[in-house]
């Protein structure tokens, strides 16, 4: 395992569209391990493979219930919505306000080849929407309905 460099604003890659993951072979697993290792060293609840250079459809989340590794996920239904402030480790120093549904249902691969569904709500909704958005080469900063002062957030 080893922790990468994650690409911030500006950087090309994270405003390209990730290709789906074909095979999960060794290559794959070990990505999704030095995602993981990278999250946690950077106090992330998610990270996407563009955030690391790679354009491939693979997430890691964890939002305290423990390690999930998605790849190829898409969101097959949404409910509700909800506001809530969202930062991202490829932009660091700001936070914003961001509508997100409320309840997600994601259908992803795991590092197995297994087909998987996961049902988030609240921060995991939240979560899953913006590991997404990044496959697709949508930062939160593009969907934030009030920028928020992070010495704002820090006084609270």
């Not at 990505?31 to 997430?59: C, F, H, N, W």
């Not at 909800?82 to 994601?106: F, H, I, M, T, Y």
């Amino acid at each position: 395992m080893a922790i990468r460099f994650i690409r911030e604003d500006g950087d090309e890659v994270l405003r390209k569209k990730s290709r789906e993951v074909d095979v999960i072979d060794d290559r794959i697993k070990t990505l999704l391990s030095d995602m993981a290792e990278t999250m946690y060293a950077a106090s992330g609840v998610g990270l996407a493979a563009p955030q690391v250079g790679i354009l491939k459809r693979v997430v890691v989340i964890d939002v305290g219930e423990g390690l999930l590794e998605l790849i190829n996920p898409v969101i097959v239904k949404q409910d509700g919505e909800q506001v809530d402030v969202e930062g991202c480790l490829s932009v660091p120093g700001v936070a914003g306000e961001v509508k997100r549904p409320a309840k997600v249902l994601v259908e992803a691969l795991d590092p197995k080849g297994e087909k998987i569904t996961v049902e988030g709500q609240g921060l995991l909704a939240v979560a899953l929407c913006h590991e997404i958005d990044h496959l697709d080469g949508v930062l939160f900063t593009d969907k934030v309905v009030r920028f928020i002062d992070t010495n704002e957030m820090k006084k609270g």
